[in-house]
């Protein structure tokens, strides 16, 4: 197991008499305990070619994504060389579709900025400022799988126009489905929920912001690599559109001197969408029943 995980799942693992290998308390390098291991849990840590090569290189039958997106894992090479790949999905649906209309609540509402001008005691702020409703406005969604129907769900709710782009969806309910172009032109807040393969990366680029209004907002709790943050960043420095958040980015952790970090109109979280103490627990049981199956003999 390369990081921690909910201890239910840890548990469950002991308890069925595996030998379990905990590597951010050995220390030990993962390649070393790749050949010795029958499966893998890893959450963010980076299972590469030569990992995967020396696990080969003993009994590795399995790697287990604890969480969904498996861009974090050669996949090519472990196929090439019979080792298993699997996730955990839908478990933390919830978790990531409530972390994206709270983020878009965030930034409409100002929550951060009104939080910092009281505590600096400018109170006067409230009669030179003001916020915006969800109600009225539309929401562009990238990716209408589970998450982003379910975000589209909440958002129905709370009296909001859906509008949806997926080429691998036909018909979804309250979303209209339309082109990328358009969605990003008519759209007052963009969420973006696809996995990041070739196909996604930096599909959010400087042609597609240049599209947004400048009253919108970009909330992104996918991964990073979809949206080109050097184009975001400058988005955002001209003031041509209102604000963004993001939860993930392309490089993490985020170095100190990323120039995101020099954006007032942006709020970052550390890839936190799915951390609730009920997704995490989910999660951590889930990895582990696919674990234990590579330990079966009939495995």
Not at 55 to 61: D, I, K, Q, S
Not at 112 to 117: E, G, N
Request: proline share 3%; hydrophobic share 45%; net charge negative.
């Amino acid at each position: 197991m390369t990081e921690p995980i909910h201890e239910a799942g840890l548990e469950m693992l002991r308890r069925s008499g595996a030998e379990v290998e905990l590597l951010y308390e050995t220390g030990r390098p993962l390649e070393d305990a790749a050949r010795e291991a029958d499966a893998v849990i890893v959450r963010v840590w980076r299972i590469t070619r030569r990992v995967l090569e020396e696990g080969a290189r003993g009994r590795l039958r399995l790697v287990v994504k604890h969480g969904t997106g498996v861009d974090n894992i050669d996949v090519e090479a472990a196929r090439e060389l019979g080792i298993a790949v699997e996730n955990v999905p839908a478990v933390h649906t919830d978790a990531v579709a409530e972390q994206t209309i709270g983020l878009m609540l965030l930034l409409a509402k100002r929550f951060i900025f009104y939080d910092s001008q009281v505590r600096a005691g400018n109170w006067a702020i409230r009669y030179s400022t003001s916020t915006t409703e969800l109600r009225g406005k539309t929401l562009g969604i990238v990716g209408v799988g589970r998450i982003g129907s379910t975000v589209a769900k909440i958002a129905g709710t709370l009296g909001m126009r859906v509008l949806g782009f997926d080429p691998y969806v036909k018909a979804a309910e309250g979303v209209e489905l339309t082109s990328l172009e358009n969605l990003m032109r008519e759209s007052d807040f963009i969420t973006i929920h696809v996995p990041l393969n070739e196909e996604t990366r930096h599909m959010i680029g400087r042609r597609q912001l240049a599209l947004m209004n400048r009253a919108a907002y970009l909330v992104n709790a996918a991964r990073g690599g979809v949206v080109d943050e050097e184009a975001l960043v400058d988005t955002l420095r001209e003031g041509r559109i209102a604000g963004a958040a993001l939860d993930t980015t392309e490089q993490e952790p985020l170095p100190l001197t990323s120039p995101l970090l020099q954006c007032p109109n942006l709020v970052l979280t550390a890839h936190t969408a799915a951390h609730t103490q009920e997704a995490l627990r989910r999660l951590s049981e889930g990895s582990a029943e696919k674990a234990l199956k590579a330990l079966k003999p009939s495995a």
